[in-house]
């Protein structure tokens, strides 16, 4: 396994990270136990999670208590999505940064998380506000390193330079959608990444199941968590599925499966430090395990910019998730707030929900 060091921080990690929205349940704990076996046996040194993944910090909790091998992972979770109908139970507010932190703690049968992730932007609580939050968690012990999700470039500079005016600890990743079928961050995220040393751990690497070479043009899925979506055969999944056509021969010509050919792509991509797979099985996890091993030729990932150039989409998971300020002051959400400006995101309108990424 290739270790890669978190953005500029000492902390290393391995370029596959297991995901674990989906299939981390109590229901499912054997799976999910054999998961992270397996994933740390093999190398594996980084988990995901978030307090509003259903029983997932608590199904991690304790197969890491029952394995004792909790010090061996960089532990991520992320706060600041709903955890309830209170106005204080989202966001990044100090309030909602400690009480959150304490309660996944609790979940997690943990003294500290090593990775303590914004899962969403939260645009009416200053920057300076949740900082001091995150820092005061910091010199506490009871987090070791801070990140974002779904953040526009300019407030994770924002971020990195009110730490630096006032001597606190400083974002050192970013988690956004990345994946074959959407290069936005290619664009912009990255370069900036790369020039002011933040990690990028993308998540849907496999387009949500898109890229995993079950859905294909005329072939009838029986089950998986894009069926409906891909049953909807509006243009925008007849562009996906097109595309995925061109996509296949280059994995096959491998002999690998297209999830495999994908997630090994963006293992290839500048700036990509771990890639978040959602391996809900051990097969899945298996072919994660098989794209560390893979090593592209410079011919096939040409072919693959002919297909997708450089910093376009086709389907646009990027341009959905994160909150850009066209959606904050000029969506008719925001347009209803007179006067201020302010977007008050609510459970109807958040991006995630709203993109279906969550749950
Ligand atoms: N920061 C955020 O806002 C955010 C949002 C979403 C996710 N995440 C994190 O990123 C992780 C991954 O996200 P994701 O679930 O969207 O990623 P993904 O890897 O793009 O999609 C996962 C889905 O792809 C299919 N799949 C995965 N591996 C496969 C394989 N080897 N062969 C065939 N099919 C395969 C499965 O679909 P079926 O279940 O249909 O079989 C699986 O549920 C999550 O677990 C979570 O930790 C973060």
């Known amino acids: 396994m290739e270790y890669r060091q978190l953005g500029k921080s000492g902390l290393r990690v391995s370029k596959l990270c297991i995901g674990t929205m989906v299939g981390f349940t109590s229901q499912n704990y054997q799976e999910a136990k054999k998961i992270i076996e397996i994933g740390i046996d093999n190398g594996i040194n980084f988990i995901d999670t978030a307090d509003c993944y259903g029983e997932s910090e608590e199904v991690i909790g304790r197969i890491l208590k029952e394995t004792g091998k909790r010090e061996k992972v960089v532990l991520a979770t992320k706060f600041g999505w709903y955890t309830g109908d209170g106005p204080n139970d989202y966001g990044a507010s100090i309030k909602h940064i400690i009480e959150a932190c304490e309660k996944s703690l609790k979940r997690l049968q943990t003294d500290y998380i090593d990775l303590y992730i914004i899962h969403v932007v939260d645009p009416n609580t200053p920057m300076e506000e949740t900082l001091y939050a995150l820092d005061k968690l910091v010199r506490d012990g009871k987090v070791r390193y801070i990140g974002t999700s779904k953040h526009p470039t300019y407030l994770i500079l924002e971020g990195i330079f009110i730490s630096e005016k006032y001597g606190w600890t400083r974002f050192i990743s970013e988690q956004p959608p990345y994946n ?53 055969k509006d243009e925008l999944i007849e562009r996906c599925l097109n595309i995925i056509e061109k996509l296949m021969p280059i994995a096959e010509n491998r002999g690998i499966s297209l999830a495999e050919f994908s997630l090994a792509y963006l293992m290839h991509m500048p700036g990509i430090t771990s890639v978040i797979h959602g391996a809900r099985t051990v097969e899945y996890l298996l072919s994660g395990l098989k794209a560390c091993d893979i090593k592209l030729t410079e011919e096939e990932l040409k072919k693959v910019d002919e297909i997708v150039p450089p910093g376009t989409y086709v389907y646009p998971y990027y341009e959905e998730s994160i909150l850009r300020p066209s959606r904050m002051f000029y969506s008719s959400e925001a347009r209803k707030i007179k006067g201020t400006g302010a977007y008050i995101p609510d459970n109807k309108i958040g991006s995630d929900r709203k993109a279906g990424y969550e749950k």
Do not use: H, Q, W
């Not at 690497?205 to 072939?219: C, D, M, N, T, V």
């Open 180 to 232: 074959i079928l959407d290069r936005s961050i290619e664009n912009e995220l990255i370069p900036m990444a790369i020039k002011y040393g933040i990690g990028i751990t993308p998540f849907c690497p496999l387009a949500g199941g898109f890229l995993s070479g079950k859905y294909r043009k005329g072939i009838k899925v029986e089950r998986g968590r894009l069926k409906s979506r891909i049953e909807e």
